[in-house]
């Protein structure tokens, strides 16, 4: 079974700092590129950051870039967030999920989410 | 531009039909996929590369593209169907995706 479990998030004041974690089990790690895509409280889905299998690659919305920034470990199946300079418009539900290679291209698989609070 | 437009809201009858536009000048060229997200959970894909649906997702949900509208038409809608549901493109590079605003779908 695919799991994808976020963790890190909480309550940070504007200005500060925050790194995400995604633990990913059950899945070919190497063979997707993952990707962080977060919801504001009753709004909708927003595009974060993507990073390719071997890390060479990472893209970013255009509210985060020189914000934040995505890494991964290939041995430890994990991905990162960090997101400094936080601002009020960034609390939400931040998602990981993963696109496979050379498959549906779709966002397959979703973590369940972890809440970034930004508030002073 | 990257920008996409849903209908904020779509009511319908159970058993009756739903259609969901999403409109922008990218769509046209590029791949298009549609989620759906029940309260409280993540979103999960209903249609990849804008007509294909996924292994388990039921018949009703198909999709449709013509020029830069593309459509996901639930047909026969059932109570379960209540979500929200949202378009998804990509550039051509894969490194720029964006999501539509969603559309909130309810089944009177």
């Known amino acids: 079974e695919v799991q994808l479990v976020e963790s890190g998030g909480g309550l940070v004041q504007p200005g500060g700092s925050l790194r995400l974690s995604c633990a990913a089990s059950?899945?070919?790690?190497?063979?997707?590129?993952m990707h962080w895509v977060r919801q504001p409280p009753g709004k909708g889905l927003e595009w974060v950051s993507r990073?390719?299998?071997?890390?060479?690659?990472?893209n970013y919305g255009d509210s985060v870039r020189g914000r934040f920034a995505i890494s991964r470990d290939n041995a430890k199946n994990m991905v990162y967030l960090q997101m400094n300079s936080l601002r009020a418009e960034d609390t939400g539900v931040y998602y990981c999920a993963g696109i496979r290679y050379y498959d549906t291209q779709a966002f397959d698989y979703w973590g369940q989410g972890t809440l970034v609070t930004v508030s002073s | 531009s990257y920008e996409l437009k849903q209908p904020p809201s779509v009511s319908v009858s159970p058993g009756q039909t739903a259609r969901i536009t999403c409109s922008g000048d990218a769509l046209a060229r590029q791949r298009n996929f549609w989620y759906q997200q029940r309260p409280g959970q993540a979103p999960t894909v209903v249609i990849y590369?804008?007509?294909e649906r996924p292994s388990g997702v039921p018949e009703r949900f198909s999709g449709s593209t013509s020029g830069t509208t593309v459509t996901l038409t639930i047909s026969g809608v059932q109570a379960e169907d209540e979500a929200d549901y949202y378009c998804?493109?990509?550039?051509?590079?894969?490194?720029?995706?964006?999501f539509g605003p969603g559309t909130k779908v309810t089944v009177l």
């Open positions: 590369q804008d007509t």
């Open positions: 998804q493109t990509v550039n051509s590079g894969n490194t720029y995706y964006v």
């Open positions: 990073i390719n299998s071997d890390s060479t690659t990472t």
């Open positions: 059950g899945l070919p790690f190497t063979s997707f590129s």
